[in-house]
């Protein structure tokens, strides 16, 4: 019996709110589900518990409930999120309840040494394997063999830093995620991470299972950073073949399951990653992030190149800071709206939508909650979630073209 979103709902049926006396279905307190290989994740209106306490009790009923209700339908339950959230949309309060295991990954080891240390390689190509997975090298992916289980694989990028690339890539796995599919994000920038803080993930610590890496799993998506597997402030130095190793580790040493989409928010510029990416991925396309300025225009031209001359489909534009919205309503054009849009037009690329600058976009990502950019109401946070759901909405409508372009989808005909 296959295990889904009404699954889980329906073992929580009996859980009650502790202080309403009543089911969390019937008191319309559950607001959100999601499942995914395992990985189980629920928000809960914080006015059914009355303090911390409360809620980790309920937390802890909820998470026997839905052990139990798996288990009957012959699968297991890895972990659960519960996030208890107030009217607003800010959470109060994250339980995280699962079987995980105590193996801790330590910390990575970039190239901070000396050049002698740093270039004494452990499987030949100059890298040196995080800590507890050597010795445990997976089998070779090949361009027509893409990761198991990952239908489309999707890469974020831009030519140059700042522009918001990895603001895009976050929401659009989000914004997946939230429409049912079953979505993981890749931080592929090894030199500065930034998901740890964006996805919230300061109090969880790594773990592997039989040599890979488990990833997170928060706001209904799988996720892996290189962020989590080294000391907050180390200096990510690495040379070209260590940059390489730490970005195949990442992808195929990370145990992703069944995914509809697997998001990659690569690096700046388009160096070492982007190479290794295209060699021992088969992607389904790229997104070029851009913001309005001529200057973001000129780097963005060269990404949108890059993905081309690698063979890989450049399936639309996203201007990113386009104009500010203020918390009234009233919209401000302080980069000079739409130069992203007449770059894609003069390239013949899709332009897949703007991405507005608010005040809860910032909070929202510095809290590490990116939920919370679907779920506002103000004027601000409406423009944020309209205009999010339109690039996501336009960027599936765009893979679908590129599959069927590829051969990888598409109608058929039987005659008998």
């Given amino acids: 019996m296959n295990v889904t979103k009404d ?3 329906e073992a929580l049926i009996p859980v009650q709110s502790p202080a309403r006396g009543v089911g969390l279905a019937q008191a319309e307190d559950l607001l959100w589900v999601t499942w995914c290989d395992g990985f189980a994740s629920i928000k809960v209106r914080a006015e059914s518990c009355r303090d911390r306490a409360e809620m980790e009790v309920l937390a802890g009923a909820a998470h026997r409930a839905i052990r139990q209700r798996v288990e009957a339908a012959g699968t297991s339950l890895v972990s659960l999120i519960v996030e208890f959230v107030r009217a607003d949309g800010v959470a109060v309060h994250t339980a995280r309840l699962g079987s995980t295991p105590a ?3 330590k910390t990575a080891t970039p190239a901070s040494q000396p050049a002698s240390a740093a270039q004494t390689p452990a499987g030949g190509d100059g890298h040196r394997p995080i800590s507890g997975l050597a010795g445990k090298a997976p089998a070779a992916q090949t361009k027509s063999q893409p990761l198991p289980g990952v239908s489309r694989i999707l890469a974020v990028g831009a030519g140059k830093g700042g522009v918001g690339k990895s603001t895009a890539a976050l929401n659009i796995a ?12 890749l931080d592929g920038d090894i030199y500065g991470p930034s998901m740890p803080t964006m996805l919230g993930l300061s109090g969880l610590d790594a773990v592997a299972r039989e040599g890979m890496l488990e990833p997170f799993y928060t706001h209904g998506i799988k996720t892996m950073t290189m962020g989590k597997l080294v000391s907050p ?3 990510l130095i690495w040379r070209g073949p260590m940059a390489h190793g730490a970005f195949k580790q990442l992808t195929e040493q990370t145990n992703w399951g069944t995914l509809d989409y697997l998001i990659i928010d690569l690096p700046p510029g388009t160096g070492d990653i982007s190479l290794t990416m295209a060699q ?4 389904t396309g790229a997104v070029v992030v851009c913001t309005p300025q ?3 225009q000129d780097d963005a031209v060269r990404a949108a190149r890059m993905f081309q001359q690698l063979g890989v489909e450049v399936l639309g534009v996203i201007e990113n800071m386009s104009y500010f919205v203020g918390d009234d309503g009233k919209v401000y054009d302080i980069f000079g709206r739409g130069g992203a849009e007449q770059m894609a037009q003069r390239l013949g690329l899709p332009y897949l939508g703007a991405i507005p600058i608010t005040m809860s976009l910032r909070t929202n990502s510095d809290n590490g909650d990116p939920t919370a950019n ?5 004027p601000a946070g409406v423009r944020l979630r309209e205009s999010l759901e339109e690039i996501v909405r336009a960027l599936r409508g765009q893979v679908s073209l590129a599959e069927m372009r590829q051969g990888s989808s598409g109608p058929s005909l039987t005659i008998s």
């Fill in 7 to 9: 699954t889980i709902r």
């Fill in 103 to 105: 193996a801790e990954v």
């Fill in 174 to 185: 989000v914004g997946l995620a939230r429409e049912g599919h079953a979505v993981g994000l």
């Fill in 233 to 235: 402030e180390q200096p």
């Fill in 280 to 283: 021992t991925l088969r992607l």
């Fill in 294 to 296: 001529r200057v973001a």
């Fill in 374 to 378: 679907f779920t506002g109401k103000d």
